[in-house]
């Protein structure tokens, strides 16, 4: 059906036509165009990182960042039990084994139950800053220093939270907090696994492309032409993650008091905005047919038929999964846009 609210869209409010058609008119519209340089640099400039290895999607960065450490068969990795399943999936696309960790009341990952997880096997933890909300690095760093593991931060919804582990991996899907409408970017200060993932993207190619490939590679390439949008979508990122504090702000005071709605806690930038609701599927039934979008929680990695574990059904990922759900954000919809929504839902309840 058509929403007249709907729960994500992209907003390109900056110089993407200018920049996606100077790549246009210029014949550079592969992944060797120069908008793919620019962007890497622009995006690593803003976050404070030496380096960046623009690709495909946020799950290709995943997959890229976890071979370039020699992640592989037989090695474990440390991911969250709630988490959208891209975590868990680049982890076996490796071949090494996902080992869930249970979250917290911030839907984070439980740095306190990490340790326990622990093997001889373990590789990499994989933090999630889930709906924009940043995990708490410092511990998580000084366990992978404990006990010599590298760190991996899945970024994909947290555009604006600055990187502090060995590779941090962001998706530029459509219904991110900037997007390329597909594609991801790596960063990282170190140069060696610049270069690694950087050849691993481009099916490891030797400099003198003789088609001699001497390892297992990947096309992660992103074209020029959806760096182009990356780049502007990059220099309005200031300005839209104050935009988007704006609209998290109005949805807490609009939602406030309601009995019946749970707020979550505050994020460090605004991805989604999530919180809990009793009667929740009657409550999105209704505002389906109010033309108003919304979105599940994710799901636990223990309940998926890849990773099934009986488990499942004790875990604080499952308790929020059963009650959470997130409304529209996306950084065009107005204080109007909010105060019809919030008034759906007040008007559900109110009943």
Same mark, same amino acid.
């Given at each position: 059906?058509?929403?007249?609210?709907?729960?994500?869209?992209?907003?390109?409010?900056?110089?993407?036509?200018?920049?996606?058609? &100077?790549?246009?008119?210029?014949?550079?519209?592969?992944?060797?165009?120069?908008?793919?340089?620019?962007?890497?640099? $622009?995006?690593?400039?803003?976050?404070?990182?030496?380096?960046?290895?623009?690709?495909?999607?946020?799950?290709?960065?995943?997959?890229?960042?976890?071979?370039?450490?020699?992640? /592989?068969? /037989?090695?474990?990795?440390?991911?969250?039990?709630?988490?959208?399943?891209?975590?868990?999936?680049?982890?076996?696309?490796?071949?090494?084994?996902?080992?869930?960790?249970?979250? /917290?009341?911030?839907?984070?990952?439980?740095?306190?139950?990490? +340790?326990?997880?622990?093997?001889?096997?373990?590789?990499?933890?994989?933090?999630?800053?889930?709906?924009?909300?940043?995990? &708490?690095?410092?511990?998580?760093?000084?366990?992978?220093?404990?006990?010599?593991?590298?760190?991996?931060?899945?970024?994909? +919804?947290?555009? /604006?939270?600055?990187?502090?582990?060995?590779?941090?991996?962001?998706?530029?899907?459509?219904?991110?907090?900037?997007?390329?409408?597909?594609?991801?970017?790596?960063?990282?200060?170190?140069?060696?696994?610049?270069?690694?993932?950087?050849?691993?993207? $481009?099916?490891?190619?030797?400099?003198?492309?003789?088609?001699?490939?001497?390892?297992?590679?990947?096309?992660?390439?992103?074209?020029?032409?959806?760096?182009?949008?990356?780049?502007?979508?990059?220099?309005?990122?200031?300005?839209?993650?104050?935009?988007?504090? +704006?609209?998290?702000?109005?949805?807490?005071?609009?939602?406030?008091?309601?009995?019946?709605?749970?707020?979550?806690?505050?994020?460090?930038?605004?991805?989604?905005?999530? %919180?809990?609701?009793?009667?929740?599927?009657?409550?999105?039934?209704? %505002?389906? &047919? +109010?033309?108003?979008?919304?979105? %599940?929680?994710?799901?636990?990695?223990?309940?998926?038929?890849?990773?099934?574990?009986?488990?499942?059904?004790?875990?604080?990922?499952?308790?929020?999964?059963?009650?959470?759900?997130?409304?529209?954000?996306?950084?065009? %919809?107005?204080? &109007?846009?909010?105060?019809?929504?919030?008034?759906?839902?007040?008007?559900?309840?109110?009943?």
């Amino acid at each position: 059906m058509s929403y007249t609210q709907p729960v994500s869209k992209p907003w390109l409010g900056g110089r993407e036509l200018e920049y996606v058609t &100077d790549a246009v008119s210029g014949g550079w519209i592969s992944s060797q165009g120069p908008y793919v340089k620019k962007f890497e640099t $622009a995006f690593a400039e803003y976050n404070g990182s030496a380096h960046g290895v623009a690709c495909s999607s946020g799950t290709t960065a995943l997959t890229l960042a976890l071979r370039a450490l020699g992640v /592989g068969p /037989g090695d474990e990795v440390i991911v969250p039990e709630f988490t959208m399943i891209a975590s868990a999936w680049a982890v076996s696309y490796t071949g090494a084994t996902p080992v869930f960790v249970d979250c /917290g009341d911030d839907l984070n990952i439980d740095v306190s139950r990490i +340790e326990e997880k622990i093997t001889p096997r373990t590789k990499v933890i994989m933090p999630v800053h889930i709906y924009g909300r940043r995990c &708490d690095m410092d511990p998580i760093m000084d366990l992978a220093h404990q006990y010599g593991l590298r760190v991996v931060e899945d970024s994909a +919804e947290a555009h /604006g939270v600055r990187p502090v582990a060995d590779i941090a991996c962001f998706s530029l899907f459509a219904n991110k907090i900037i997007t390329a409408g597909e594609g991801g970017i790596c960063l990282t200060d170190d140069p060696y696994l610049t270069e690694q993932m950087a050849h691993l993207r $481009a099916m490891a190619f030797t400099k003198d492309h003789s088609f001699l490939h001497k390892k297992l590679a990947y096309n992660f390439r992103m074209t020029s032409m959806q760096a182009a949008v990356a780049l502007a979508q990059t220099e309005q990122l200031d300005s839209i993650l104050a935009t988007r504090r +704006e609209i998290e702000r109005r949805y807490d005071e609009g939602l406030s008091g309601i009995d019946g709605i749970t707020l979550m806690p505050p994020r460090d930038v605004l991805w989604m905005y999530d %919180l809990r609701a009793d009667r929740r599927d009657e409550l999105m039934d209704f %505002l389906k &047919d +109010e033309g108003v979008e919304t979105r %599940l929680f994710f799901k636990p990695m223990s309940r998926q038929p890849g990773y099934l574990d009986p488990v499942w059904p004790s875990l604080n990922a499952s308790r929020f999964s059963e009650d959470g759900f997130y409304l529209p954000t996306h950084t065009g %919809l107005t204080s &109007d846009d909010q105060e019809f929504i919030v008034g759906k839902v007040r008007k559900f309840y109110a009943a």
